[in-house]
């Protein structure tokens, strides 16, 4: 037999070409999920533009967060099958292409489709590769890989928010968005940064045991099909089972369903998507309210900026702390806080009077937010695994995109209907607050039923009772068979016969 090391797959590096790759991702995740808060700048104008209302501008950002995180499922499958390079820049064409393809729209509807559902789909296969190839370059220094990694959407909006503003006074919104294609391709790059782990070709002792196998499986083919036509029948019969399983399991290799029987895994789903219902309202409308009381344009993006200034530095320090013995072992409290805390911020938005309130709270908000985002899927490879979490990221973010695509809208609903920005917080900030109670609680639950678990299952196998038990049935078996043994003594000889015909077959 081959030595066990041989054609074995490495184990995560945590480090070397893994902060490249920390990079790259940086850049990726970054695009992903700033872009979509980003355009938010080009709102006021468009609307405008077009004769729309607040409710159906926001289907925009809407759209492009929900098809970002419902393609989550493709996205996955699509890793599995080619690995994270190809997919990545693959994403970033698809994001140059509906920005370049949005410049040139003449309707609301064109610009749901180029901009919501082009660049959104591109912007999913830049997300999820980037999330999981960090899974599989760190293990021990993956919350701060994380950290790092998610830092990238805030130092993307913080440039972006000044950015676009400054393109939509020299281009309009129409040039600004081909600027903005072009951009875009950098995600391509980030792609390229993307080297597969373990890539290196089979050992030569490897492929001469797999060719070894193949002519073995051949002879054995042979030998089966001289044998008589029952048996060919059964084998027939067996072969038209294994290959009406054959869809099922090839689903199931990609999108790994079992997951919806892990009790973990149901307490995130169920908690996280209530919070994406008041999640991303607040970004996108953050700088279309600091417009409608009067603050003046540059003044409304640099509140984008300061959010994104101390979300820069709130994910990567969550990440250090989330790594720490006293935290990491009870992470998911950690992450119920943090959704409490992000909807605790909005509560108090509605009391901000002035510029400046408006600018405590883009501090407190963008705090909140980086702690969110830093453990959004740490969180999650902690529940089920890194084995698993390929298929969890595709199953989450496809059960996230429903509440994720209302939020936005429900929003601009409210303010269309009341006239005042304050219900829209109001609702935001109780969805969180509730979705926070509901993970803390559930994951106490989770934590105790573990431990029970745990301590079931080692008194369970330090029970002498029950292994004795089994070596005395074991015994007795034994006596049983020694007693009948002149009973069963020519159906023995039958036995050996059938096995030496076989073997001379």
């Not at 209530?274 to 600091?290: K, Q, S, T």
Request: net charge neutral; glycine share 10%; hydrophobic share 45%.
């Amino acid at each position: 037999p081959p030595p066990a090391s041989v054609g074995r797959v490495p184990g995560p590096p945590d480090g070397g070409w893994g902060w490249v790759v920390v990079f790259g991702a940086f850049i990726s995740i970054g695009f992903a999920y700033a872009f979509p808060k980003g355009v938010a700048i080009f709102f006021k104008e468009i609307q405008d533009f077009f004769g729309t209302s607040y409710s159906e501008i926001a289907w925009v950002s809407s759209i492009m967060l929900a098809t970002t995180y419902g393609a989550g499922p493709i996205s996955s499958i699509l890793v599995n099958r080619y690995g994270s390079r190809p997919v990545v820049i693959l994403g970033g064409l698809l994001c140059g292409i509906g920005m370049v393809s949005a410049a040139f729209c003449t309707s609301i509807l064109q610009l749901y489709i180029c901009v919501g559902f082009i660049t959104g789909f591109g912007l999913a296969l830049n997300l999820q590769p980037s999330v999981i190839i960090i899974g599989k370059y760190f293990l021990k220094r993956r919350p701060i890989a994380n950290g790092l990694a998610m830092a990238g959407s805030p130092v993307m909006l913080c440039t972006l928010a000044p950015l676009n503003q400054f393109l939509f006074d020299n281009f309009g919104w129409r040039g600004s968005f081909l600027i903005l294609g072009a951009i875009l391709l950098n995600c391509c790059v980030a792609g390229a940064l993307f080297r597969p782990i373990g890539a290196a070709t089979a050992p030569v002792k490897t492929q001469a045991i797999e060719e070894g196998k193949d002519a073995l499986k051949e002879e054995v083919t042979k030998d089966a099909m001289e044998m008589s036509s029952p048996m060919n029948i059964t084998m027939e019969t067996k072969t038209e089972e294994e290959g009406g399983k054959g869809c099922c399991e090839k689903v199931n290799q990609y999108l790994d369903f079992s997951l919806f029987k892990h009790r973990g895994f149901l307490i995130y789903l169920i908690g996280n998507v209530l919070m994406f219902l008041g999640f991303f309202a607040p970004i996108v409308f953050l700088a279309p309210y600091a417009k409608h009381i009067g603050i003046d344009e540059y003044s409304a993006a640099f509140l984008l900026s300061i959010l994104a200034i101390v979300d820069m530095i709130a994910r990567p320090t969550t990440g250090i702390i989330a790594n720490s013995k006293w935290v990491r072992p009870r992470i998911q409290y950690f992450f119920s806080f943090s959704i409490a805390f992000n909807g605790a911020c909005h509560l108090l938005c509605p009391l901000a009077s002035g510029y400046t309130g408006l600018v405590v709270y883009s501090i407190f908000f963008g705090l909140a937010f980086g702690m969110v985002c830093a453990m959004l899927f740490e969180t999650l490879m902690d529940l089920v695994g890194a084995a698993r979490f390929t298929s969890a990221v595709g199953l989450v973010t496809i059960a996230e995109c429903c509440t994720i695509l209302l939020g936005p809208p429900i929003g601009g609903t409210l303010i269309d209907t009341f006239g005042d920005y304050k219900y829209m917080f109001i609702k935001c900030g109780a969805v969180m607050v509730l979705a926070g109670t509901f993970l803390f609680i559930m994951n106490y639950y989770n934590y105790r039923m573990l431990a029970k678990e745990e301590k079931e299952r080692r008194a369970k196998e330090e029970d002498p009772k029950s292994v004795r038990t089994e070596n005395e049935g074991r015994n007795n078996w034994n006596k049983e068979t020694a007693q009948d043994g002149p009973e069963l003594e020519p159906l023995r000889e039958e036995r050996e016969g059938l096995k030496k015909e076989v073997n001379g077959t």
